[in-house]
Every structure is written in structure tokens, then in C-alpha cells.
């Protein structure tokens, strides 16, 4: 990465652990904290889990809204003093990919704006593909789409972690 700043992917399988070791990341941050949130609460299940992600977070965070816009929010947030959470990429890729935008053009321009990220940025995904081959192409599309993504973003950021039943296990680390 060009950017002064660091950054780490955390991936992990549903329900983790990998958004808690996420935020816990910036506990001892100084600076301000942003978090990118790429869901939309389209039933209660989903309003109860952005509800708890909020509760746990607190008053620390600002909450940027990234549906659709992730890179061009990104842009706009990026300074050295940020500690920036995406929570979570694979939600993006699918807001991407069901608004039949071109995926391939949007993971290119979230790695364009990575690249010039200042202060941390840390962002949050699903680990895909480890389990039962899904039963629609559709599905398999998807699935193939955000391992590609994943091992793009795993490529350019500094650290990534992937985390099994709330148990951190560096990939890939730096001294950056």
C-alpha cells in the first residue's frame, strides 16, 4: 500500500468472534474512531444484530453509512489520525452484487482507495467457501466473487487474521 496507514483484514466464519477482536483493536486508539457499516436492518434478526454491534461498540464510534459507496467513503474519512472499521466486507460485495453493479469495478476502486488510507483502517469479512457447496449458480457466483475479493484485500493490506471461536490466528503480519 501506498498510504502512511496500516491495515489488517479479519476474517472468520459467521458468528466468530472476528467483529469483536475487530473493535477491540481500537481500544487504546487516541484518535477518532469510524466505523463503516455496510448493512441495512431489512428484518428484525438484522436490526437486532446492528442494535448489539452499536450497544457494543459505545459513544466512541461515528457511524458512516456505506451501503453501495464504500470506496468513496472510504476517500473521504481517510486521515492519520482515523482508526476506520469496515463491518463487513462480504456485505458490501453483496449490496454490490444485488444491485447488479459490476463487481469486479467495485472491489477495484475499494483497493484503489485502500491503497492511499492513512491512520488504520481494519476491515471485517466473511471467510467463504469452507463449507457445502451452495445448490443455485446465483449463490455460487456470490461465493466465488467474495473469496476472490477476500484474497485481493488479503494481498494488499499489512496483517490479516483469521479468527475461529473468538481465537485470533495471525496469517499474515508486518512491522509497519
Known amino acids: 500500500m501506498t498510504g502512511t496507514g496500516k491495515s489488517i483484514l479479519v476474517i472468520g466464519g459467521a458468528r466468530s468472534g472476528k467483529s469483536r477482536y475487530a473493535e477491540a483493536l481500537a481500544a487504546t486508539w487516541n484518535g477518532s474512531k469510524i466505523y463503516f457499516a455496510t448493512a441495512e436492518p431489512g428484518d428484525e434478526e438484522m436490526a437486532a444484530r446492528i442494535a448489539a454491534h452499536r450497544a457494543r461498540r459505545g459513544r466512541d464510534w461515528h457511524t458512516v453509512t456505506a ?7 472510504l476517500r473521504e474519512c481517510s486521515d492519520k489520525d482515523a482508526f476506520i ?6 456485505i458490501w460485495l453483496s449490496n454490490v452484487f444485488l ?13 484503489e482507495a485502500l491503497d492511499h488510507t492513512q491512520g488504520m483502517t481494519v476491515l471485517v469479512s466473511n471467510e467463504v467457501g469452507g463449507g457445502i457447496v451452495p445448490e443455485n449458480a446465483l449463490a455460487r457466483r456470490f461465493r466465488d466473487i467474495a473469496g476472490e475479493t477476500n484474497q485481493k484485500v488479503a494481498a494488499i493490506v499489512d496483517e490479516v487474521v483469521l479468527v475461529t471461536a473468538g481465537l485470533p490466528q495471525v496469517l499474515k503480519s508486518s512491522t509497519k
Not at 67 to 73: E, G, I, S, W
Not at 99 to 111: P, Q
Request: hydrophobic residues 50%.
Open 85 to 90: 472499521l469496515i463491518d463487513c466486507l462480504t
Open 99 to 111: 444491485a447488479k453493479n459490476d463487481c469486479a469495478t467495485a472491489v477495484e476502486d475499494l483497493l
Open 67 to 73: 451501503l453501495l459507496n464504500l470506496p468513496d467513503a
